[in-house]
């Protein structure tokens, strides 16, 4: 007969391993998991010269039709959500509709998607859902699962269409867009019309385990991607996520919140980041490390303003040092022989550099300019790294920016 004391002992292991300590073990290991920006896109004003091509626009924007767009993912999850921004909008953005799934070959910029997975894009439960005008709305999660390096599609579809001509978007996209009239949100693929921007979206959240943590880059053209090449993700940030996945960094997002034309000091292309740094960079979900790397419109349009430059250095790296997050500071690249060399602005770019690499700055430098300088004149970019404007590197150069980057910043 067995004792009563090791029938005791028998019972308590059984309840040790009942399904629903099971699944309290389950829970206790989420609470460890996070969200973390896996991919993001700068939300600006889109100018009339980029917005969505005919018929697209008039009569309401996207109105009757399916916005078809690819977004490249840096780390990978089991589930996400999609963050839509009407930051900018003059209306509210009505979404009748919504999928997420892989384009066909896996490849960026393609109409086409693939059969399976597809998943819809869902608020508060539903499928139909407004973006109220100046605000952004954070889908529920998406039980889809995401790879690092992988290419997602997103489809909107919106009935009634944005009214108005002010809209959210992120005309630099280096990526094609597909337009097509009617709901064809879950169509594996269809004849429409495209365009090299991206509207609405603004990030892709992975839940991902504590460990994962985001990298953001606030920055200007130059990280935006001109002279990279369209469809072929080969930004220098892109080319840097590369180098993560290659060296096993696959915790490590890398957020490209940058804008063509974009400055630091006051509004040129898109808000200035003295007004967009706490809002793209220190709330981003998941950000650990912060880079600036920008600067250089400040001195092509207005000259010497490296001490204005230096002051506003000097307050987001106090910012994100009170967030406790890690800050990295971009040298300027040269732009001699281009439309903004001139009077004292290489002074100015020397000025800034010369206080971002010294010591107790940031936390961390990656020394841009001096990967893609002319060693026998480093006012001027190597001709081998020259996007052909004297400003803007290219794809070589994008390589050695990304190849500077020191990896042991992230051990």
């Not at 489809?155 to 001509?165: E, H």
């Not at 967030?323 to 040298?331: E, K, R, W, Y």
């Not at 002319?374 to 790294?385: F, G, T």
Request: proline share 4%; with cysteine.
């Amino acid at each position: 007969m067995i004792s009563s004391s090791i029938l005791t002992v028998a019972l308590a292991a059984l309840t040790f391993f009942t399904p629903a300590h099971t699944r309290a073990l389950e829970a206790k290991r989420q609470d460890t998991d996070h969200w973390v920006s896996t991919w993001t896109s700068m939300p600006q004003l889109v100018e009339s010269s980029n917005m969505p091509p005919s018929p697209f626009a008039s009569g309401g924007v996207l109105k009757d039709a399916t916005l078809r767009q690819t977004l490249h993912i840096s780390i990978g999850s089991p589930k996400i959500r999609i963050a839509i921004s009407n930051t900018f909008g003059g209306s509210d953005l009505p979404i009748t509709a919504g999928s997420v799934g892989l384009p066909t070959g896996g490849a960026a910029g393609v109409s086409g998607i693939q059969a399976e997975p597809l998943a819809a894009i869902t608020v508060g439960g539903k499928a139909s859902f407004t973006v109220p005008r100046g605000q952004v709305v954070v889908t529920d999660e998406i039980a889809f699962e995401v790879k690092a390096g992988s290419v997602l599609t997103v489809s909107l579809y919106s009935q009634a269409g944005q009214s108005g001509s002010s809209i959210t978007g992120h005309p630099g996209s280096r990526t094609t867009s597909w337009f097509v009239a009617g709901n064809k949100v879950n169509a594996t693929s269809f004849s429409g019309t495209k365009s090299v921007h991206w509207y609405f979206v603004s990030a892709i959240h992975a839940y991902v385990p504590a460990s994962s943590s985001a990298l953001v880059i606030i920055g200007d053209s130059i990280t935006d991607g001109r002279g990279s090449t369209d469809d072929a993700n080969n930004r220098w940030t892109d080319l840097l996520h590369a180098r993560l996945l290659s060296s096993n960094h696959t915790n490590i997002a890398v957020n490209n919140q940058a804008a063509g034309g974009n400055c630091v000091l006051s509004q040129c292309l898109g808000p200035s980041v003295m007004s967009r740094y706490k809002r793209d960079a220190l709330e981003q979900p998941g950000v650990k490390y912060v880079m600036i790397f920008e600067g250089v419109n400040d001195i092509g349009n207005s000259g010497n303003v490296a001490q204005q430059l230096i002051n506003a250095f000097k307050t987001i790296v106090a910012d994100a040092k009170k967030a406790g997050l890690v800050t990295i500071g971009g040298t300027i690249t040269p732009f001699g022989g281009s439309s903004y060399a001139g009077g004292d602005k290489e002074n100015a770019r020397k000025t800034v550099n010369t206080w971002i690499k010294a010591t107790g700055n940031f936390d961390h430098v990656v020394d841009f300019a001096a990967a893609v300088e002319n060693k026998a004149d480093p006012s001027k970019l190597d001709s081998k790294y020259n996007g052909g404007d004297s400003l803007h590197p290219n794809v070589a150069g994008y390589q050695a920016m990304a190849n500077a980057f020191s990896l042991d910043i992230f051990n």
